[in-house]
Nanobody, 129 residues
Framework: QLRLLESGGGSVQAGGSLRLSCTAS????????FGWYRQVPGKEREGIIC????????YASDSVKGRFTVSRNNAENTLYLQMDNLKPEDTAMYFC??????????????????????WGQGTQVIVSS
């Protein structure tokens, strides 16, 4: 069955960088779009960035555009999130997800739609000012 294992979180000061990884098993990794979500306690999970199955196309929310980069290695079933110029408001639990859709909806809003009702344990990112 599907398993997603996120890693690479930690504590950094504002302006610093982190690289998150997500290793997937139980599916043909290269067949699927993937993305990253984040969540803070008391708030809904927010989709922030995504990548097409072949890695050619990426989309990002305005909150992370220009600072976060998503990539993937289909040979190693691994998704990455490079986070640069981190801000205290980036503090959250970060999750990867298999996606049914990623990009801009017909109403012009950016969004991600998960394909499966499954979430890994996530990895915590803390950014101090």
């Amino acid at each position: 069955q599907l398993r997603l294992l996120e890693s690479g979180g930690g504590s950094v000061q504002a302006g610093g960088s982190l690289r998150l990884s997500c290793t997937a098993s139980g599916l043909v990794f290269s067949d699927y779009r993937f993305g990253w979500y984040r969540q803070v306690p008391g708030k809904e999970r927010e989709g922030i960035i995504c990548i097409s199955s072949d890695g050619e196309d990426t989309y990002a929310s305005d909150s992370v555009k220009g600072r976060f980069t998503v990539s993937r290695n289909n040979a190693e079933n691994t998704l990455y999130l490079q986070m640069d110029n981190l801000k205290p408001e980036d503090t959250a639990m970060y999750f990867c997800a298999v996606l049914a859709f990623c990009g801009v909806f017909s109403d012009g809003n950016f969004g991600l739609v998960p394909k499966f009702d499954y979430w890994g344990q996530g990895t915590q990112v803390i950014v101090s000012s």
